[in-house]
């Protein structure tokens, strides 16, 4: 591995209790990783969400944040700076991903409207479904399949997204590209199909959005993979992805670099003239959006950092090094390997424990119990239940996501994660799955709580 484009300034302490304070933590807090309390994690990996490392500029703009309830200056950096790098001309700024979610559904979706897109986030799929709608996945089959070598498995199957628009556009609310697509392992979208989906949607005159959450992560995989954009800039392929967009809603807690933010960037007039007012209701006033100026300032910074080429080359090459160590020791996880996050497949690693009593969930439990490692579920549980039929939703894919932080941690830390994983793996056969002491109702695997149950007995 090449040596990161930065150097620690500040440096936070963590510490590793031991395993029995770990069993009783897990005991104490229902078997939920989410109740834990940070300081009984060892090595955080429930998340790349809003646990980057800022840098010293990031630092400084949060002293020059300017506080004004209106016309901040500082949201006109961010402003700014997403049409400079993204093209679109309006920006409301959110308190972070799913605040802009919540704005957006409000307006966009009619009762018993549908949301097409590749995978979308639980959240995503959360407010579709508030907002009385149905979302509905549309990646390729390739992306359900842990093991086949394709490098743009977060690309939408454009015939079964023309054959659904056609049966009644009206009733399409948007489609929403999701890149890199979280929930199909951090995989991204190429251009090519970013283009399709465009024509697709144009030809039906149906509003074509991108969750940017991790849109220049996408780009650094077009340039790498995709023929003809090897020597074209990361800016460049951005500003082109961003082209075939009517607009886009941003969780700035992962590209952008930033521990809190968002926002929603389109280009029509209109659209933006009817999601400000809620916006005020929902988040606060458009020129601030949830957040102060001096979060403002950091995102603008951010999201600069967040499309060079150093940093992203640096930073993908930190998520292939951990893969290629798992891949070693003959761990199963998803191939090729993503942008943010490295996957492994809770269902072939535990075949013993059925997905209803969560593979990857207890995978996650056992990393925990082992040497303080924090993942997260992607499986089962965080599909939840089918809002028609109640009963659980188990999805193809069943994944424990080791998610790496950006800019906080070292090759050692990846090696120490690498050699617990090759301890849980190798009493894989004694592990025991798990069921619900309290099922919580909405994006349940946030507060839940669980008990082990032994598989063995009938
Ligand atoms: C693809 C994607 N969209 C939306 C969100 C929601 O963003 P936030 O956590 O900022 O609300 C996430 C969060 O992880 C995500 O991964």
């Given at each position: 591995m090449e040596c990161p484009p930065f150097k620690i300034k500040s440096v936070e302490p963590i510490r590793l209790i031991s395993r029995s304070e770990r069993e009783n933590r897990l005991k104490e807090n229902g078997f939920n990783l989410f109740l834990l309390s940070s300081k009984d994690v060892y090595i955080d990996m429930l998340t790349d969400s809003g646990t980057s490392a800022m840098s010293n500029r990031q630092w400084a703009g949060i002293m020059l944040g300017d506080e004004s309830y209106a016309g901040s200056v500082s949201f006109d950096h961010i402003a700014t700076t997403v049409q400079e790098i993204m093209g679109f001309p309006y920006t409301l700024p959110v308190h972070q991903g799913r605040?802009?979610?919540?704005?957006?559904?409000?307006?966009?979706?009619?009762?018993?409207?549908?949301?097409?897109?590749?995978?979308?986030?639980?959240?995503?799929?959360?407010?579709?479904?508030?907002?009385?709608?149905?979302?509905?996945?549309?990646?390729?089959?390739?992306?359900?399949?842990?093991?086949?070598?394709?490098?743009?498995?977060?690309?939408?199957?454009?015939?079964?997204?023309?054959?659904?628009?056609?049966?009644?556009?009206?009733r399409i609310a948007y489609v929403l590209i999701t890149a890199t697509c979280n929930n199909a392992g951090g995989q991204p979208v190429s251009m090519e199909n970013i283009r399709d989906v465009h024509k697709i949607a144009k030809k039906h005159d149906v509003l074509l959005l991108m969750d940017a959450a991790r849109?220049?992560?996408?780009?650094?995989?077009?340039?790498?993979?995709?023929?003809?954009?090897?020597?074209?800039?990361?800016?460049?392929?951005?500003?082109?992805?961003?082209?075939?967009?009517?607009?886009?809603?941003?969780?700035?807690?992962?590209?952008?670099?930033?521990n809190i933010g968002g926002f929603i960037a389109l280009n029509d007039k209109d659209l933006y003239s009817k999601?400000?007012?809620?916006?005020?209701?929902?988040?606060?006033?458009?020129t601030y959006g949830g957040l102060s100026g001096r979060d403002l300032e950091a995102m603008a910074i951010g999201l600069s950092e967040g499309i060079e080429e150093r940093y992203l080359d640096y930073r993908i090459k930190q998520v292939h090094y951990l893969g290629q160590l798992l891949d070693d020791i003959g761990i199963p996880i998803m191939k090729p390997f993503g942008g943010h996050a490295i996957y492994i497949n809770g269902k072939k690693l535990l075949p013993h424990i059925p997905p209803e009593n969560f593979p990857s969930l207890a995978l996650c439990i056992e990393s925990y119990l082992e040497g303080g490692i924090r993942g997260v579920e992607i499986?089962?549980?965080?599909?939840?239940?089918?809002?028609?039929?109640?009963?659980?939703?188990?999805?193809?894919?069943?994944?424990?996501?080791?998610?790496?932080?950006?800019?906080?941690?070292?090759?050692?830390?990846?090696?120490?994660?690498?050699?617990?994983?090759?301890?849980?793996?190798?009493?894989?056969?004694?592990?025991q799955g798990l069921e619900f002491e309290y099922e919580s109702p909405i994006l349940r695997h946030f507060l839940s709580r669980f008990r082990r149950v032994d598989i063995s007995e009938p």
């Open positions: 605040g802009g979610e919540h704005v957006l559904n409000n307006i966009l979706v009619k009762p018993g409207q549908y949301v097409l897109g590749n995978m979308h986030f639980d959240t995503t799929k959360a407010h579709i479904e508030y907002a009385k709608g149905r979302a509905v996945d549309c990646v390729i089959d390739e992306a359900y399949d842990t093991e086949i070598d394709h490098p743009f498995k977060g690309n939408i199957d454009t015939n079964k997204l023309s054959e659904l628009i056609s049966k009644g556009p009206d849109y220049a992560e996408n780009a650094y995989f077009i340039k790498k993979r995709e023929p003809g954009y090897g020597n074209k800039s990361i800016r460049d392929i951005v500003k082109e992805m961003m082209s075939y967009m009517d607009g886009c809603i941003m969780s700035a807690k992962k590209d952008a670099l930033v999601l400000a007012p809620v916006n005020i209701l929902m988040e606060g006033f458009p499986g089962t549980l965080l599909a939840g239940r089918d809002p028609e039929t109640g009963k659980n939703v188990c999805p193809k894919l069943d994944l424990m996501r080791l998610a790496i932080p950006r800019r906080v941690y070292m090759q050692e830390h990846l090696d120490y994660v690498a050699g617990v994983i090759k301890t849980v793996a190798k009493r894989s056969e004694e592990i």
